[in-house]
């Protein structure tokens, strides 16, 4: 008999979008180091809250629409890396151009590449998955609990909540963890269910 959570539906994907370092082109496009018509050599961080942040110097080359290219050179933390990806420019129907870069796995256009495995690639050249696609109820509701508790703890640039605000936090926290238990519960009467005991674990008789 399988445990608690066996019954979850498998995916292809190997793991989350959530737990990958990335470059978004958008993003490196507001931050002024994807410049159209220049070619810019800069240094980045991923902010990982790990003591070692991990860096990348880039050198992005816009200045020719027909042949535009992201070259990397980064400490990642699992090794040192230099690897050099193309970037289509597609006209865009109010004038200029649109970036995108091109999956160096697949040959798709994608605006974000992942890093797994030692390179970047597209999200699904990596089999990632958002979080939640891979959530179980139960799962998901005890996430809500965690992200509820640090709102009310405060820390890492956010303000501590008072008034108002954090006695609403600390009502939708008392629901949710109500739900959790109710949740898990279920599941143990399913499962007992199942084996034919009469008993539920934790429930006094």
């Not at 979850?8 to 737990?19: K, L, N, Q, Y």
């Amino acid at each position: 008999m399988g445990g608690i959570g066996s019954g979850a539906r498998r995916s292809a994907h190997i793991g989350d979008i959530e737990d990958a370092l990335s470059f978004d082109i958008r993003i490196l496009r507001r931050l002024g180091v994807a410049r159209p018509g220049e070619c810019v050599i800069d240094r980045i961080c991923w902010s990982t809250g790990a003591h070692e942040r991990p860096t990348a110097r880039l050198r992005i080359d816009l200045s020719d629409e027909t042949c535009c290219t992201m070259t990397v050179t980064a400490d990642m933390p699992d090794d040192t890396i230099k690897q050099r990806l193309m970037i289509d420019a597609v006209p865009s129907g109010f004038g200029g151009v649109r970036h995108y870069f091109v999956c160096p796995v697949m040959g798709h256009r994608c605006e974000v590449l992942y890093y797994v495995d030692g390179r970047f690639a597209s999200r699904q050249a990596h089999r990632l998955s958002y979080a939640s696609q891979n959530m179980t109820d139960l799962i998901r509701v005890r996430r809500r609990v965690i992200s509820l508790r640090r709102k009310l703890e405060g820390g890492e640039g956010q303000r501590r909540l008072r008034g108002r605000k954090r006695t609403a936090v600390i009502d939708r926290l008392e629901d949710t963890q109500l739900l959790a238990r109710d949740i898990w519960h279920d599941r143990l009467r399913k499962q007992i269910d199942r084996s034919g005991s009469r008993r539920i674990p934790g429930k006094k008789h």
